[in-house]
């Protein structure tokens, strides 16, 4: 199966790369090798969000969740709303000053997510919102590395993600 990645992911090299040369091939059989090597964590790397958190799966406990509880998954959706254009116009406005004034940091967030989907729902929210990427998880499940491009006030975001999503997000799986 991983030959099969491998040259699929040359394949779309090629494609994007629009050159079908000996070398360019090449090229992109070895970093699509590389590549599925990384994810697959098969070079003794830290796989271990990709491990710790099954996507698929958890989508589908997230969708099951949403769909029992609508009400709750209603309330989810709009705070996210909310916070979506909150931050897109926070970022429009630090992108139009004169003078780009960026604090960017990394934060340890500490959650209290009870399961594997009600962490990568969270992580996936926190990554979603403009100005905010979730790096990795820590081993225990129970603290978030987040980078942030902006910020003013480091309690303020954490607070923000621990108490405006993440309560959200345990409500709905509650």
Request: glycine share 6%.
């Amino acid at each position: 199966m991983r030959i099969v990645r491998i040259i699929a992911l040359g394949s779309v090299w090629c494609a994007l790369t629009r050159e079908l040369t000996f070398l360019n091939v090449v090229l992109g059989l070895v970093l699509a090798s590389l590549l599925v090597r990384a994810a697959n964590g098969s070079r003794g790397g830290d796989a271990r969000v990709l491990r710790r958190i099954p996507r698929a799966r958890t989508v589908a406990a997230a969708a099951r969740r949403a769909l029992a509880r609508p009400v709750r998954a209603l309330e989810l959706a709009g705070f996210f709303l909310y916070e979506l254009v909150l931050s897109n116009a926070r970022i429009a406005l630090l992108m139009l000053r004169p003078r780009l004034h960026l604090s960017p940091t990394t934060l340890d967030v500490a959650v209290d997510a009870e399961s594997d989907e009600e962490l990568a729902l969270l992580s996936d929210l926190v990554t979603l919102t403009p100005g905010t990427l979730t790096l990795d998880v820590a081993d225990d499940g129970r603290t978030l590395l987040v980078h942030v491009l902006s910020a003013e006030d480091d309690n303020e975001v954490r607070r923000l993600i621990r108490d405006g999503l993440g309560r959200r997000v345990r409500r709905l799986f509650e």
